[in-house]
């Protein structure tokens, strides 16, 4: 298991009139290399969550173990949290925000030389990995503050990237991007997966959901309402809820109500359904 | 970023967060007019802050602030105290009277620098304590109405009072804003394996560095989106405006204003004397002890 949450508690402003309790017994487990999704309505405490994964907010009660790093509810006791973040790196909802280098590589290159990279280590995987977000030469040496919204996230993505962390946790990385950048966005993390990475992205976009993850999970007002595979997800959750079934898994749903074999557990996007459709054709 | 909860408004419904902010304000501008009047005999003086101290206790009870809010923001101010003791102590002044310790004939600590310095640190509590009660039993918004209020006067001679107020109001506003967005930063930078409790100087700086750019770029993009949405909707500081919220006079004004009238009078009235007529010494008068000189 990646990562294992037992019986966490996060209250925000504790013995306040302003108190708040953000998650409340939250129990789960992501196995290694999986694509794992978090959805919930806004405030349902998912950001919460994955900021409580990389030890930027230290659980209230409860423990979280992320491969050999233990996060517990006593501060002092949390050891190696700069590895751990190394590990688990997470990406920032509109982490364009993040930027602050005069040059694009240089801001790359600013998280690998807190974890200890040389400069002109840094630069060499700083270049590397703004090529694999699709940014070429010309952009290395440009100013961050005037590239397009698009491409200063790319920017801060791949300064994510390139410090090549074993689980990557994404806050809404797709958030006010065009169809082709959130397009872009989404096969580099679908790489990311295909190279063996942890991947859990936290989304409002259901197809989304449905291409990519494997496995989800779905909070509600801090509790966890539901845990497993997405298309069981999709299947058994009804049209009511907060959640909306993405109109071709329910066009897949209204096709096999009908009579026709299909396998709702293998569709993931248009392709997988028109494929089974052409099989049952045939026959 | 989330304990910087000094002096922040606390929704709460006690008495003193019901009494208009014209008020309050005018009440404690009264009372730290009464603090800082200065007696000719030191222990009266002393005597009188620790009035006030009670008073201010009291006051602090019934609006229901916390004490604890105030010893932690008391405990950030120990850099001053060090610093106006050592001014005090160790810079001569003629008037000191009384020697605590001589170093040779022409320099000498002086008893009278460490009241002096201790009567400084007491002044300041009582002020600081006093602004909390006003800033955390007053939504800052009332604040602003409240100074736009007694500014008035001023539209007269052309000054531009409203846009002094909306300024003051919007930069109250977006407090909470800025703090949220630099707690975004910071963790976004931290997640970048930023540290910035530990390090050396440099890496500290360039952690800083780190914070202060992203949050100068994003206060500048808000404050011209801002400016748009306000032009958008037609906003014209120079209209006449009215309000969602009326401030009204009730009869908590009244007892509130009495009290801090009372306490304003009555110092003022035993300064007065104490400077024209003849010094007092109120240990002498009630204790019958005499610890003046």
Redesign the interface.
């Known amino acids: 298991m990646a990562i294992e949450v037992k019986n966490l508690f996060y209250i925000?402003?504790r013995k306040?009139?302003y108190q708040q309790t953000a998650l409340d017994d939250v129990s789960l487990t992501i196995p290694t290399g999986s694509f794992v999704g978090l959805i919930g309505r806004t405030g349902s405490g998912k950001s919460t969550l994955v900021?409580n994964l990389?030890a930027?907010l230290i659980p209230t009660e409860g423990e979280i173990i992320v491969d050999e790093f233990h996060i517990g509810n006593k501060k002092r006791k949390n050891k190696k949290i700069?590895q751990l973040?190394?590990h688990l790196?997470?990406v920032?909802q509109f982490?364009e925000?993040?930027?602050?280098e005069e040059t694009v590589e240089k801001d790359v290159a600013?998280?690998l030389m807190?974890?200890g990279y040389k400069q002109n280590e840094a630069i060499e995987l700083a270049h590397k990995a703004l090529l694999s977000v699709g940014l070429d030469e010309k952009y290395f040496k440009r100013s961050p503050?005037e590239l397009s919204g698009g491409e200063r996230r790319r920017v801060a993505i791949a300064?994510?990237l390139a410090?090549n962390p074993d689980i990557l946790v994404l806050d809404e990385p797709t958030a006010g991007l065009d169809v082709k950048g959130s397009k872009d966005i989404m096969s580099l993390v679908k790489q990311m997966h295909e190279d063996g990475k942890t991947i859990i992205m936290v989304t409002h976009d259901m197809d989304l959901v449905l291409r990519y993850t494997e496995q989800c999970f779905v909070l509600k007002d801090g509790k966890v309402t539901f845990g497993g595979s997405t298309n069981q997800l999709f299947d058994t959750i009804s049209d009511d809820s907060a959640i909306e079934i993405p109109p071709l898994f329910k066009l897949a749903k209204k096709l096999k109500d009908r009579g026709a074999p299909i396998n709702i557990e293998n569709i993931k996007n248009a392709e997988d359904l028109i494929k089974q459709v052409n099989s049952w054709r045939k026959k | 970023m989330n304990n910087v909860t000094f002096g922040r408004y606390s929704p709460l419904n006690t008495f003193t967060h019901k009494v208009d902010p014209r008020n309050k304000i005018l009440i404690l501008i009264l009372l730290m007019v009464s603090i800082f009047l200065q007696f000719h005999v030191w222990s009266t003086t002393l005597l009188l802050s620790g009035v006030f101290l009670i008073l201010l206790i009291c006051l602090m009870l019934i609006s229901k602030v916390n004490f604890l809010d105030l010893f932690k923001s008391l405990k950030s101010m120990w850099f001053l105290v060090i610093f106006l003791l050592v001014i005090y102590v160790f810079i001569p002044n003629p008037t000191y009277k009384f020697v605590c310790y001589r170093f040779n004939d022409h320099y000498a600590i002086y008893w009278d620098s460490f009241y002096q310095s201790g009567y400084i640190i007491l002044r300041l509590i009582l002020m600081i304590s006093l602004t909390m009660v006003l800033t955390s039993t007053t939504k800052p918004m009332d604040l602003t109405y409240a100074f736009e209020w007694y500014m008035t006067p001023l539209k007269v001679i052309r000054f531009p009072v409203h846009e002094i107020a909306m300024t003051l109001s919007i930069a109250l506003r977006f407090i909470p804003t800025l703090l949220d967005e630099t707690d975004r930063i910071m963790k976004a930078q931290a997640s970048r394996g930023v540290d910035f409790n530990r390090g050396g100087l440099f890496k500290r700086f360039k952690a800083v560095i780190s914070l202060i750019i992203p949050l100068f770029v994003s206060a500048i993009q808000r404050s011209e989106e801002l400016s748009d949405a306000m032009e958008a909707r037609g906003y014209n500081p120079r209209e006449k405006r009215t309000r969602y919220r009326k401030l009204t006079f009730s009869w908590r004004d009244i007892i509130a204003l009495l009290f801090g009238l009372a306490i304003f009078g009555g110092i003022l009235y035993l300064f007065i004397y104490d400077h024209n007529v003849e010094e007092i010494d109120l240990f002498m008068q009630i204790f019958g002890i005499n610890v003046g000189f």
């Open positions: 925000y402003g306040t009139p900021q990389n930027l700069k973040r190394k790196s997470l920032f982490p925000y993040q930027l602050f600013f998280g807190n974890f503050f300064g994510i410090i």
